[in-house]
């Protein structure tokens, strides 16, 4: 009687010691997926300039580089690495100048899209990131596309919100620029001037919204801030300057389109007065494998409509990208 009560008795304990295990497996499984879905902040040294990065999601999924746009930052993709690093590995880096990447003096680092892409490129080569979707914005275009066409082997898709690759897309916004490309002097760039005040920062982020109050005000406070820094305007002049040099590739970009025909996300804000919606149709002509969608937005659609987008995203990747 005593045996079978102490072999009872041992029967339970190791029926209770299997369920604390599994428990406590379960609860380290659960912190060890947390600590992999959380953004990292990140900093990495490329040819002397220190890239400031945010990083999300398992390195085993695959991997969705996201490029942003003027005058942000990676700060412009955070709902998109809270969101998708569930499923997918984020990488956001801020070019030199901007974000919390280091801001090398002109006289060191050449403000250049050609320099850029050259910079994020080897930034990916170091993290040895040989498979990725590209998602591009604004300014992401053409670092974007600049990156794709020396290696169409390793973009497995392209996500669009509002990056431009055809002469169409370049709306009414671009009349000041356009003027300091046909003659750059102290007049043309001081005219350009208002586009880095608060005001004209806050325009960016809420002309065609369908609500104001929809967008955070803390986007163009950041960036504000910024932009406020010795030499941040000048640099910038250089880089809307030379934006006329992407102009010049764009019958090399829609070629490598028709050429590889990437898998392509469009997801663009019809409002946007830099490029507007003509800019998106404009894909069609080279892309056949397209999914196209139009929100009532502006520039920054991401701010209004990144619920919607990132879902759209979610689909489209797992869809095209295994």
Same mark, same amino acid.
């Given at each position: 009687?005593?045996?079978?009560?102490?072999?009872?008795?041992?029967?339970?304990?190791?029926?209770?010691?299997?369920?604390?295990?599994?428990?406590?497996?379960? $609860?380290?499984?659960?912190?060890?997926?947390?600590?992999?879905?959380?953004?990292? =902040?990140? *900093?990495?040294?490329?040819?002397?300039?220190?890239?400031?990065?945010?990083?999300?999601?398992?390195?085993?999924?695959?991997?969705?580089?996201?490029?942003?746009?003027?005058?942000?930052?990676?700060?412009?993709?955070?709902?998109?690495?809270?969101?998708?690093?569930?499923?997918?590995?984020?990488?956001?880096?801020?070019?030199?100048? =901007?974000?919390?990447?280091?801001?090398?003096?002109?006289?060191?680092?050449?403000? *250049? =899209?050609?320099?850029?892409?050259?910079? $994020?490129?080897?930034?990916?080569?170091?993290?040895?990131?040989?498979?990725? /979707?590209?998602?591009?914005?604004?300014?992401?275009?053409?670092?974007?596309?600049?990156?794709?066409?020396?290696?169409?082997?390793?973009?497995?898709?392209?996500?669009?919100?509002?990056?431009?690759?055809?002469?169409?897309?370049?709306?009414?916004?671009?009349?000041?620029?356009?003027?300091?490309?046909?003659?750059?002097?102290? +007049?043309?760039?001081?005219?350009?001037?208002?586009?880095?005040?608060?005001?004209?920062?806050?325009? +960016?982020?809420?002309?065609?919204?369908?609500?104001?109050?929809?967008?955070?005000?803390? *986007?163009?406070?950041?960036?504000?801030?910024?932009?406020?820094?010795?030499?941040?305007? /000048?640099?910038?002049?250089?880089? =809307?300057?030379?934006? +006329?040099?992407?102009?010049?590739?764009?019958?090399?970009?829609?070629?490598?389109?028709?050429?590889?025909?990437?898998?392509?996300?469009?997801?663009?804000?019809?409002?946007?007065?830099?490029?507007?919606?003509?800019?998106?149709?404009?894909?069609?002509?080279?892309?056949?494998?397209?999914?196209?969608?139009?929100?009532?937005?502006?520039?920054?659609?991401?701010?209004?409509?990144?619920?919607?987008?990132?879902?759209?995203?979610?689909?489209?990747?797992?869809?095209?990208?295994?």
């Amino acid at each position: 009687m005593k045996k079978t009560n102490l072999l009872m008795l041992l029967v339970v304990f190791l029926i209770l010691a299997c369920k604390e295990i599994k428990a406590q497996s379960t $609860i380290d499984n659960s912190i060890l997926r947390q600590k992999t879905l959380m953004t990292k =902040f990140k *900093t990495l040294e490329v040819n002397g300039v220190h890239i400031a990065y945010r990083e999300a999601g398992n390195p085993e999924n695959p991997t969705i580089v996201l490029l942003h746009g003027f005058p942000s930052s990676s700060h412009q993709y955070r709902k998109v690495l809270n969101q998708l690093s569930d499923t997918y590995h984020l990488i956001a880096p801020d070019y030199p100048g =901007f974000g919390n990447s280091d801001f090398p003096d002109s006289k060191d680092y050449e403000y *250049t =899209f050609d320099n850029l892409s050259v910079t $994020i490129d080897a930034f990916l080569e170091k993290k040895e990131v040989s498979s990725y /979707a590209l998602m591009i914005q604004d300014f992401g275009a053409p670092v974007g596309f600049r990156i794709a066409t020396a290696h169409p082997e390793r973009v497995t898709a392209i996500i669009n919100q509002n990056g431009n690759a055809y002469e169409e897309g370049l709306g009414e916004a671009w009349a000041d620029v356009r003027a300091l490309w046909k003659d750059r002097n102290k +007049q043309t760039e001081e005219a350009l001037l208002p586009v880095f005040s608060l005001e004209g920062l806050k325009w +960016q982020y809420t002309h065609g919204v369908r609500n104001v109050e929809n967008i955070n005000p803390d *986007t163009w406070h950041l960036d504000y801030l910024r932009l406020s820094r010795p030499n941040a305007h /000048a640099v910038n002049l250089d880089l =809307f300057y030379d934006y +006329q040099n992407n102009i010049k590739l764009y019958p090399k970009w829609q070629k490598y389109l028709r050429d590889n025909q990437p898998p392509l996300l469009v997801v663009w804000g019809k409002n946007d007065a830099f490029f507007p919606e003509s800019g998106a149709a404009a894909f069609k002509k080279d892309v056949k494998n397209i999914d196209y969608n139009i929100y009532d937005t502006g520039h920054f659609a991401l701010e209004e409509d990144g619920d919607k987008i990132i879902e759209k995203i979610r689909s489209f990747m797992s869809n095209t990208v295994k």
